[in-house]
Nanobody
Framework: QVQLVESGGGLVQPGGSLRLSCAAS????????MGWYRQAPGKQRELVAS???????NYADSVKGRFTISRDNAKNTVYLQMNWLKPEDTAVYYC?????????????WGQGTQVTVSS
C-alpha cells in the first residue's frame, strides 16, 4: 500500500511557474515507477512525466523542455517543476506510483491538485 498526497497547485499566469510535490507514505526507493498525470475537463487522463527507481525519465512531448520531474528519496517525495506554463496546461494533476506484486502491476493514485493557467 502507498498513500500519495499532492500539493503545490494553484492559479498562475501564462509564462509562470509552479512546483508540484507528491509525498508518499513509505519509502519510494523500491517503488518501480512514479509519475505525474493530468486530466483536463472533457479529456482523458494523460501521462505528463515519470521517473523510475533507476532514474529513467520520460516526458510527454507537450511538456519537454518546460517541465522537470525529480525525486528526493530521503523525503519520500517526487516533484514536478513546471516552467513556462501555458493555458493548455490547465488540468487536475495526479501523482501515480506503481509497483509489481507477484508479477502484477499495482497502481496507487493521489487525490489530485488543480493547476490553472490563466491571465
Amino acid at each position: 500500500q502507498v498513500q500519495l498526497v499532492e500539493s503545490g497547485g494553484g492559479l498562475v499566469q501564462p509564462g509562470g511557474s509552479l512546483r508540484l510535490s507528491c509525498a508518499a507514505s513509505r519509502s519510494i526507493v523500491s517503488i518501480y515507477n512514479m509519475g505525474w498525470y493530468r486530466q483536463a475537463p472533457g479529456k482523458q487522463r494523460e501521462l505528463v512525466a515519470s521517473i523510475t527507481s533507476a532514474d529513467s525519465i520520460n516526458y510527454a512531448d507537450s511538456v519537454k523542455g518546460r517541465f522537470t520531474i525529480s525525486r528526493d528519496n530521503a523525503k519520500n517525495t517526487v516533484y514536478l517543476q513546471m516552467n513556462w506554463l501555458k493555458p493548455e496546461d490547465t488540468a487536475v494533476y495526479y501523482c501515480n506510483a506503481y509497483i509489481f506484486v507477484i508479477g502484477k502491476r499495482a497502481d496507487y493514485w493521489g487525490q489530485g491538485t488543480q493547476v490553472t493557467v490563466s491571465s
